[in-house]
């Protein structure tokens, strides 16, 4: 099919878009690869799957939403999100300091929205002027591009690891400081969104120190630029998969107590997902919560967000929100939600900690990768380490500049074979 065709219909801006099926054809190789009777291994999908290849379903969550009385499936929710629901966001984006950051003066808002895609939209559509930049770490997900870009946003980039090695930092933080200062002199509006902790693609997470000089860097930059507003939006769509899950409200809690006064012109706000904590990826549910001591703000983001939703998707879906919060009310219910996401969070540490180990004993050089569904071979050539790999039937993703490895879809004991063939397609 021709990519002009249709040009009569389509906008300019519509005229721009191309589909970008890289993971999906990776993945329909690998199923040819096991319909011809290979014994193939599946790196592509970036959905937890258990070892033996089916989906990992929360059964708890299955439970309760299959048990929803029939009023929770078919009527609309509030168009801002159930009230119950919008509680709990707020606490799976802030975990246990939620309280005493409350009783800090800080004030806290949550929006509804289809999943962590949609939170994410909100915040494009809103807290960045059309035309500007906004800045992403050089490696981010690739959907990123296009929320920012149908809301006429361009982006600016600095390198998601220091080129020097800093002793146990993941942080390039004179980069960040940089690209900060740059927009600054030429945005009224900055918003940078960071993928933070178990960073898709490569599992990065962040230390407690590259996490708060991250912040006071944001707080150095707002103070010196009054004029400039600055948002900081926390992608947190892997996080209860992650070993320190609430690790920016506590950074936020650690400098509002080392007696640094929250500047005016900050927002932090975090892009909640379900998608993959309760594993209902298809139910659509997330929420964007927002945090800033100025109530007057909180109010006023309330409404332009509700607004937002209702001019975009109307309410969010209803049932998941339902269920979810069922389930978090119930301490029973809770406790069991708990023992599931855990299990299936040993499940990922241990693949994880085994694919570290084989690739060490090769010396693979993968990316630093700590927590969540991937890992990241940075490579120049992506496209003919992952065709190298696939002689072998290991199936990756190859990306911009590297080569995603999906944890989350092999099976722990196949683990070796993509190390093995890893390292057979570097040599
Ligand atoms: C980095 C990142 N952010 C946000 C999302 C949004 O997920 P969803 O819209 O399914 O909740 C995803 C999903 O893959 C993701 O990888």
């Given at each position: 099919?021709?990519?002009?065709?249709?040009?009569?219909?389509?906008?300019?801006?519509?005229?721009?878009?191309?589909?970008?099926?890289?993971?999906?054809?990776?993945?329909?190789?690998?199923?040819?690869?096991?319909?011809?009777?290979?014994?193939?291994?599946?790196?592509?999908?970036?959905?937890?799957?258990e070892n033996n290849g089916e989906l990992a379903i929360n059964h708890v969550v299955d439970k309760v939403v299959?048990?929803?009385?029939?009023?929770?499936?078919?009527?609309?929710?509030?168009?801002?999100?159930?009230?119950?629901?919008?509680?709990?966001?707020?606490?799976?984006?802030?975990?246990?300091?939620?309280?005493?950051?409350?009783?800090?003066?800080?004030?806290?808002?949550?929006?509804?929205?289809?999943?962590?895609?949609?939170?994410?939209?909100?915040?494009?559509?809103?807290?960045?002027?059309?035309?500007?930049?906004?800045?992403?770490?050089?490696?981010?997900?690739?959907?990123?591009?296009?929320?920012?870009?149908?809301?006429?946003?361009?982006?600016?980039?600095?390198?998601?690891?220091?080129?020097?090695?800093?002793?146990?930092?993941?942080?390039?933080?004179?980069?960040?400081?940089?690209?900060?200062?740059?927009?600054?002199?030429?945005?009224?509006?900055?918003?940078?969104?960071?993928?933070?902790?178990?960073?898709?693609?490569?599992?990065?997470?962040?230390?407690?120190?590259?996490?708060?000089?991250?912040?006071?860097?944001?707080?150095?930059?707002?103070?010196?630029?009054?004029?400039?507003?600055?948002?900081?939006?926390?992608?947190?769509?892997?996080?209860?998969?992650?070993?320190?899950?609430?690790?920016?409200?506590?950074?936020?809690?650690?400098?509002?107590?080392?007696?640094?006064?929250?500047?005016?012109?900050?927002?932090?706000?975090?892009?909640?997902?379900?998608?993959?904590?309760?594993?209902?990826?298809?139910?659509?549910?997330?929420?964007?919560?927002?945090?800033?001591?100025?109530e007057q703000v909180i109010d006023r983001i309330t409404t332009v967000m509700g607004v937002t939703g209702r001019q975009t998707w109307?309410?969010?879906?209803?049932?998941?929100?339902?269920?979810?919060?069922?389930?978090?009310?119930?301490?029973?219910?809770?406790?069991?939600?708990?023992?599931?996401?855990?299990?299936?969070?040993?499940?990922?540490?241990?693949?994880?900690?085994?694919?570290?180990?084989?690739?060490?004993?090769?010396?693979?050089?993968?990316?630093?990768?700590?927590?969540?569904?991937?890992?990241?071979?940075?490579?120049?050539?992506?496209?003919?380490?992952?065709?190298?790999?696939?002689?072998?039937?290991?199936?990756?993703?190859?990306?911009?500049?590297?080569?995603?490895?999906?944890?989350?879809?092999?099976?722990?004991?196949?683990?070796?074979?993509?190390?093995?063939?890893?390292?057979?397609?570097?040599?």
């Amino acid at each position: 099919m021709s990519e002009g065709a249709g040009a009569g219909f389509l906008n300019t801006f519509s005229q721009t878009k191309v589909g970008s099926d890289t993971i999906f054809s990776w993945w329909a190789r690998y199923q040819e690869a096991v319909g011809s009777g290979h014994d193939a291994v599946n790196g592509t999908i970036g959905a937890l799957l258990e070892n033996n290849g089916e989906l990992a379903i929360n059964h708890v969550v299955d439970k309760v939403v299959r048990e929803s009385p029939p009023i929770e499936i078919s009527a609309y929710a509030p168009l801002k999100g159930l009230p119950a629901f919008l509680d709990l966001a707020i606490t799976l984006a802030l975990g246990d300091v939620r309280e005493e950051l409350e009783s800090i003066g800080m004030n806290v808002t949550s929006t509804a929205s289809p999943g962590g895609s949609g939170a994410l939209y909100l915040a494009a559509a809103n807290f960045a002027d059309r035309g500007d930049k906004v800045l992403l770490r050089d490696r981010h997900w690739g959907p990123y591009d296009g929320f920012l870009a149908g809301c006429d946003l361009g982006i600016a980039t600095y390198p998601l690891l220091p080129s020097k090695d800093v002793e146990g930092s993941f942080l390039d933080l004179d980069s960040l400081q940089k690209e900060l200062a740059k927009l600054c002199n030429s945005q009224s509006k900055v918003m940078s969104w960071l993928n933070d902790p178990a960073h898709n693609p490569t599992g990065l997470s962040l230390t407690e120190q590259d996490r708060y000089n991250f912040l006071k860097c944001f707080i150095e930059s707002s103070l010196a630029n009054q004029e400039v507003s600055h948002t900081l939006l926390v992608d947190a769509a892997y996080h209860l998969y992650a070993g320190q899950p609430h690790g920016w409200a506590d950074t936020i809690c650690q400098l509002l107590h080392d007696g640094i006064s929250w500047p005016d012109n900050l927002l932090v706000t975090f892009a909640i997902s379900l998608s993959k904590s309760h594993t209902i990826y298809g139910l659509r549910t997330g929420a964007l919560v927002t945090i800033h001591p100025d109530e007057q703000v909180i109010d006023r983001i309330t409404t332009v967000m509700g607004v937002t939703g209702r001019q975009t998707w109307s309410a969010t879906s209803r049932l998941a929100q339902y269920a979810v919060s069922q389930i978090h009310s119930d301490e029973e219910l809770a406790n069991n939600w708990d023992e599931e996401r855990e299990r299936l969070q040993n499940l990922l540490e241990e693949r994880r900690e085994l694919f570290i180990q084989e690739c060490d004993k090769l010396g693979v050089p993968i990316n630093p990768t700590h927590d969540g569904f991937f890992a990241w071979l940075d490579c120049e050539d992506s496209v003919s380490i992952a065709n190298e790999c696939a002689k072998n039937h290991v199936y990756l993703v190859p990306l911009d500049g590297g080569v995603r490895i999906g944890l989350c879809a092999i099976p722990t004991d196949k683990i070796a074979r993509v190390a093995q063939a890893l390292s057979q397609a570097l040599s």
